[in-house]
T-cell receptor, first 113, second 113 residues
Framework: NAGVMQNPRHLVRRRGQEARLRCSPM?????VYWYRQLPEEGLKFMVY????????ESGMPKERFSAEFPKEGPSILRIQQVVRGDSAAYFC???????????FGQGTRLTVV | GDSVTQMEGPVTLSEEAFLTINCTYT??????LFWYVQYPGEGLQLLLK?????DKGSNKGFEATYRKETTSFHLEKGSVQVSDSAVYFC????????????FGSGTRLSIRP
């Protein structure tokens, strides 16, 4: 059973471009969570999705950031018009149910130049 | 608000040395406490956890005791190995959902042969 797969592992974007980060949850998991780790800080919750629904987006910046988890395919975290401050490691986790253990992916390291 | 503070790294030790990574927390209620580990090139993995005061979590030779009086959850291991080199994250959660986990900033541990 493969773990949570995130790609790409590293992504470089110029200011103003769009970044798309993908997360394939573990088989059988329908709950996905995105976290962001800024330099020298801990991981901070961004958004929680369950197949086609956003359950909690309280940690998501109000502008330029969006997330989806379609019926088929991976979850996507999309950042439009990236700025230098978006440079961070973005982690995805998945769980079978809301209150069961979540398993994390390797993360995508986004660098905005 | 709720938060986790952990020892800054990097921490470098020789093989077979005793390890302590300090972690203290601030929480309005009675949280569950966790240590996650991220080995090079891998995702975060749950290392151990404790759900109430005086509980001791243990795994792979690591231990941490939930100390309510000092609001601490220090990670210890009696004899570290090179394979323990990783980044260690202390975390708390007041609810069982993965969307409610609050992480510390991580401590990078390097073990010299």
């Amino acid at each position: 059973n493969a773990g949570v797969m995130q790609n790409p592992r590293h992504l470089v974007r110029r200011r103003g471009q769009e970044a798309r980060l993908r997360c394939s949850p573990m088989k059988g998991h329908s709950h996905v969570y995105w976290y962001r780790q800024l330099p020298e800080e801990g991981l901070k919750f961004m958004v929680y999705l369950q197949k086609e629904n956003i359950i909690d987006e309280s940690g998501m910046p109000k502008e330029r950031f969006s997330a989806e988890f379609p019926k088929e395919g991976p979850s996507i975290l999309r950042i439009q018009q990236v700025v230098r401050g978006d440079s961070a490691a973005y982690f995805c986790a998945s769980s079978a149910h809301e209150n069961t253990e979540a398993f994390f992916g390797q993360g995508t390291r986004l660098t905005v130049v | 608000g709720d938060s986790v503070t952990q020892m800054e790294g990097p921490v470098t030790l020789s093989e077979e040395a005793f390890l302590t990574i300090n972690c203290t927390y601030t929480a309005t209620g009675y949280p569950s406490l966790f240590w996650y580990v991220q080995y090079p090139g891998e995702g975060l993995q749950l290392l151990l956890k404790a759900t109430k005061a005086d509980d001791k979590g243990s795994n792979k030779g690591f231990e941490a005791t939930y100390r309510k009086e000092t609001t601490s959850f220090h990670l210890e291991k009696g004899s570290v190995q090179v394979s323990d080199s990783a980044v260690y994250f202390c975390a708390l959660s007041l609810e069982s959902s993965a969307s409610k986990i609050i992480f510390g900033s991580g401590t990078r541990l390097s073990i010299r042969p």
